[in-house]
């Protein structure tokens, strides 16, 4: 599949916000989950925040919960990920990936088609 294009990362401080996109090629009439992940150095990749874009229906980690949310644009095609409140520890290489609706989408497994990420780094 049609990898997807992530963009919108940048440097911030503690306390500040940066909105995430995602754009995603659709073909024929699915409407998959779209997944945000992120990666720190020497840390494994999670999810942070899904959307199924079928019915808006969004899932959050509990570290995120009341700072992030994830919604679409569905005339664009376009996933957003407005991080608020940002913190040290959100740094990090964020990417967003998707994967069928067939499967749920809050779970971080079968998730695919990854972008090629955008780094978000948050000072103190």
């Known amino acids: 599949q049609v990898p997807l294009v992530e963009s919108g990362g940048g440097s911030v401080q503690a306390g500040g916000s940066l909105r995430l996109s995602c754009v995603w090629s659709?073909?024929?009439?699915?409407?998959?989950?779209i997944a945000w992940f992120r990666e720190a150095p020497g840390k494994e990749r999670d999810m942070v925040a899904a959307i199924e874009t079928r019915d808006d229906t969004t899932f959050y980690v509990d570290s995120v919960k009341g700072r992030f949310t994830v919604s679409q644009d569905a005339v664009k095609n376009t996933i957003y990920l407005q991080m608020n409140s940002l913190k040290p520890d959100d740094t990090a290489m964020y990417y967003c990936a998707r994967k069928s609706s067939f499967f749920h989408c809050g779970v971080s497994s079968n998730y695919g088609s990854w972008g090629q990420g955008t780094q978000v780094t948050v000072s103190s």
């Open positions: 659709q073909f024929s009439y699915e409407r998959p989950c």
